[in-house]
């Protein structure tokens, strides 16, 4: 097991992000963030406040794609988790997703059809701490903590503070 | 979870907690910004349907399509073949229409158990109601609607009282409510005429009254059941209106109940036997939120029997 990003650099990488969201979007009008739940969520939450600090606030919400996944039949079923979409909508808004880590890109298909089912924003773009590879569909992020080349077999490990008791990312290799 | 869905000891109390959290989340995102979820796109769900219904058929069609599946509504009235003849027919014949969900109400108690259990059929099995014997999603509403309104009860209902009144004997829905509300730890008390109290109520978990006036100020749930005249072969009380002044909710006995208090009636309401139309419609009434609840709760347990991975079950012809 090793690690690939401490407390630090993942505090870096994220204010790096927020700084890279406000230059892209010319500032931060109609900017929303939605993270994908777990961790996803906090890390959303966490850019949030490097925005505030930074510039002003954004709404934050958060999206739970369960229901829109393509392998669902292929797993027992799984709990879901919470979505709430921020008061002012989601139309014609600039929406940054939020996720911990992109692998296949299937996650995000799923988000994307979440977000066509609500509404009609002006771009979806998508952030994650840490992008690992080995896409499966024609998906790439805006925003990228950290490019981790990986081998299929190994699995990325992302812990956060507010559910793990501490930052980090490791990569742990497989079998 | 099991396959099927005939009985709440078909759940433990942790998954049934599950089946309301997951019914919360959806009516989060359901009621809010997606109406339309493709969660089930592909897959067939079958109401089967040996006896009249109007909420629990339009409820589960609804929870169906909302997640996208193939409604296919078979309404068995007018056939008169023998029960057990025409079910293992019908079972066949859903099977050769590739059902994956079978939502069925027979008058037969255990019907449902018969359908899952006979391998004529690989699909899940619900139990909308099965003669005298159970209504199991009916139970998870009620629970649904009595932990919206007391918030304080979201994990266990210790501490919460239920008393559930009226035509016990016959009812499917206070035996599926008993079993969910005693094990989530509620405090439950049957109030009835002795004639409509079950023989084998000594074995449940639950108190026994035959005065509704004394239990109203100790309760935070009334739960009135309808007088089910349609299984009532012979006399269990004297006349309708004798029934009414004892156990009817009529608008004094519903200000004798707490503040806090609901009302809660699976439907259809005898209006003027056991429920006035001013109790029906007072604010403490929660009737109409369970309707719109059993949309959710239904989606929710259609989730957690077809939402995973494919099931694949042995099937004998």
Same mark, same amino acid.
């Given at each position: 097991?090793?690690?690939?990003?401490?407390?630090?650099?993942?505090?870096?990488?994220?204010?790096? %992000?927020?700084?890279?969201?406000?230059?892209?979007?010319?500032?931060?009008?109609?900017?929303?963030?939605?993270? @994908?739940?777990?961790?996803?969520?906090?890390?959303?939450?966490?850019?949030?406040?490097?925005?505030?600090?930074?510039?002003?606030?954004?709404?934050?919400?958060?999206?739970?794609?369960?229901?829109?996944?393509?392998?669902?039949?292929?797993?027992?079923?799984?709990?879901?988790?919470?979505?709430? @979409?921020?008061?002012?909508?989601?139309?014609?808004?600039? %929406? *940054?997703? *939020?996720?911990?880590?992109?692998?296949?890109?299937?996650?995000?298909?799923?988000?994307?059809?979440? @977000?066509?089912?609500?509404?009609?924003?002006?771009?979806?773009?998508?952030? *994650?701490?840490?992008?690992?590879?080995?896409?499966?569909?024609?998906?790439?992020?805006?925003?990228?903590?950290?490019? @981790?080349?990986?081998?299929?077999?190994?699995?990325?490990?992302?812990?956060?503070?507010?559910?793990?008791?501490?930052?980090? *990312?490791?990569?742990?290799?497989?079998? | 979870?099991?396959?099927?869905?005939?009985?709440? +000891?078909? !759940?433990?109390?942790?998954?049934?907690?599950?089946?309301?959290? =997951?019914?919360?989340?959806?009516?989060?995102?359901?009621?809010?910004?997606? #109406? #339309?979820?493709?969660?089930?796109?592909?897959?067939?769900?079958?109401?089967? &349907?040996?006896?009249?219904?109007?909420? =629990?058929?339009?409820?589960?069609?609804?929870?169906? #399509?909302? !997640?996208?599946?193939?409604?296919?509504?078979?309404?068995?009235?007018?056939?008169?073949?023998?029960?057990?003849?025409? !079910?293992?027919? =019908?079972?066949? =014949?859903? $099977?050769?229409?590739?059902?994956?969900?079978?939502?069925?109400?027979?008058? /037969?108690?255990? /019907?449902? $158990?018969?359908?899952?259990?006979?391998?004529?059929?690989?699909?899940?099995?619900?139990?909308?109601?099965?003669?005298?014997?159970?209504?199991?999603?009916?139970?998870?509403?009620?629970?649904?609607?009595?932990?919206?309104?007391?918030?304080?009860?979201?994990?266990? &209902?210790?501490?919460?009282?239920?008393?559930?009144?009226?035509?016990?004997?016959?009812?499917?829905?206070?035996?599926? +409510?008993?079993?969910?509300?005693? #094990?989530?730890?509620?405090?439950?008390?049957?109030?009835?005429?002795?004639?409509?109290?079950?023989?084998?109520?000594?074995?449940?978990?639950?108190?026994?009254?035959?005065?509704?006036?004394?239990?109203?100020?100790?309760?935070?749930? !009334?739960?009135?059941?309808?007088?089910?005249?349609?299984?009532? /072969?012979?006399?269990? &009380?004297?006349?309708?209106?004798?029934?009414?002044?004892?156990?009817?909710?009529?608008?004094?006995?519903?200000?004798?109940?707490?503040?806090?208090?609901?009302?809660?009636?699976?439907?259809?309401?005898?209006?003027?036997?056991?429920?006035? /139309?001013?109790?029906?419609?007072?604010?403490?009434?929660?009737?109409?939120?369970?309707?719109? +609840?059993?949309?959710?709760?239904?989606?929710?347990?259609?989730?957690?029997?077809?939402?995973?991975?494919?099931?694949?079950?042995?099937?004998?012809?």
């Amino acid at each position: 097991m090793a690690t690939v990003l401490d407390a630090g650099e993942i505090g870096r990488a994220l204010k790096r %992000i927020a700084h890279e969201i406000i230059e892209h979007n010319h500032g931060l009008e109609s900017v929303v963030l939605l993270g @994908i739940p777990t961790r996803g969520a906090f890390l959303g939450e966490r850019i949030g406040q490097f925005l505030k600090d930074i510039q002003s606030p954004v709404p934050v919400g958060t999206l739970d794609i369960t229901l829109h996944r393509d392998d669902l039949r292929m797993r027992p079923p799984r709990p879901l988790l919470p979505t709430l @979409i921020p008061s002012g909508g989601i139309e014609g808004k600039h %929406i *940054v997703l *939020v996720d911990d880590v992109l692998y296949s890109g299937r996650t995000i298909r799923a988000a994307l059809d979440a @977000i066509g089912e609500i509404g009609r924003p002006a771009t979806v773009q998508l952030a *994650v701490l840490v992008d690992r590879g080995h896409r499966q569909l024609p998906i790439r992020a805006d925003y990228v903590g950290k490019n @981790i080349p990986t081998a299929a077999s190994e699995s990325v490990k992302v812990s956060l503070e507010e559910i793990d008791g501490k930052d980090c *990312v490791e990569i742990i290799s497989g079998a | 979870m099991n396959k099927h869905l005939l009985s709440i +000891n078909d !759940l433990s109390a942790e998954e049934a907690i599950e089946i309301l959290n =997951t019914a919360s989340e959806l009516a989060k995102i359901s009621d809010g910004p997606m #109406k #339309k979820l493709p969660t089930l796109r592909g897959r067939t769900v079958v109401n089967l &349907f040996f006896e009249d219904s109007t909420r =629990t058929r339009i409820s589960f069609e609804s929870a169906a #399509k909302r !997640l996208s599946a193939d409604v296919i509504n078979f309404s068995a009235k007018g056939s008169s073949v023998s029960k057990g003849e025409s !079910l293992k027919d =019908t079972a066949q =014949t859903l $099977q050769a229409m590739g059902a994956d969900a079978v939502v069925i109400r027979h008058g /037969a108690s255990g /019907a449902a $158990q018969r359908l899952a259990d006979s391998g004529w059929i690989s699909a899940s099995v619900i139990n909308a109601g099965d003669g005298t014997h159970e209504h199991p999603t009916q139970a998870l509403l009620d629970a649904y609607t009595i932990r919206s309104k007391f918030p304080e009860f979201n994990r266990s &209902f210790k501490g919460l009282r239920v008393a559930i009144v009226g035509d016990i004997l016959h009812s499917r829905v206070a035996r599926s +409510n008993v079993l969910l509300l005693t #094990k989530l730890g509620a405090t439950v008390t049957l109030v009835a005429p002795p004639t409509l109290i079950p023989v084998g109520v000594v074995d449940w978990n639950v108190k026994v009254s035959y005065d509704l006036d004394s239990t109203l100020k100790d309760i935070d749930v !009334l739960m009135m059941l309808r007088v089910q005249s349609e299984r009532m /072969a012979n006399s269990f &009380f004297p006349s309708e209106r004798e029934y009414s002044r004892g156990y009817g909710l009529d608008i004094t006995r519903l200000s004798a109940l707490n503040p806090n208090a609901i009302v809660m009636h699976p439907g259809p309401m005898n209006r003027g036997l056991e429920i006035s /139309a001013e109790s029906a419609d007072s604010h403490k009434s929660v009737v109409l939120a369970q309707v719109s +609840n059993g949309v959710l709760v239904r989606m929710a347990v259609l989730y957690q029997l077809l939402g995973g991975a494919a099931l694949t079950g042995e099937v004998s012809v």
